[in-house]
């Protein structure tokens, strides 16, 4: 796996765990204003973004790090090709 791929790749989970909680957040208030409940939905919202967004994280490093030699980094990768 070249770094560029595991940058993106790296780039889109940060992009998920955004937009899980922004739509937590969202998804929450829109619950309380509907219900008159004031921080519950938020707050449950928000929480159940983190879940999501931390399960995704956890698979995506466990599918980088079983695709990934442990002996040799992406990084380490791009400097032999540059030297060669």
Not at 8 to 29: A, D, E, P, T, Y
């Amino acid at each position: 796996m070249s770094a560029y791929s595991l940058a993106l790749r790296l780039v889109g989970v940060g992009w998920f765990i955004s937009s899980s909680v922004v739509i937590g957040l969202l998804g929450g208030k829109w619950l309380d204003d509907k219900t008159e409940s004031s921080p519950l939905f938020v707050l449950s919202g928000v929480a159940l973004g983190l879940l999501v967004s931390s399960y995704s994280i956890y698979k995506t490093l466990a599918h980088i790090i079983r695709q990934s030699d442990s002996s040799v980094s992406p990084l380490q990768e791009d400097d032999k090709e540059e030297g060669d």
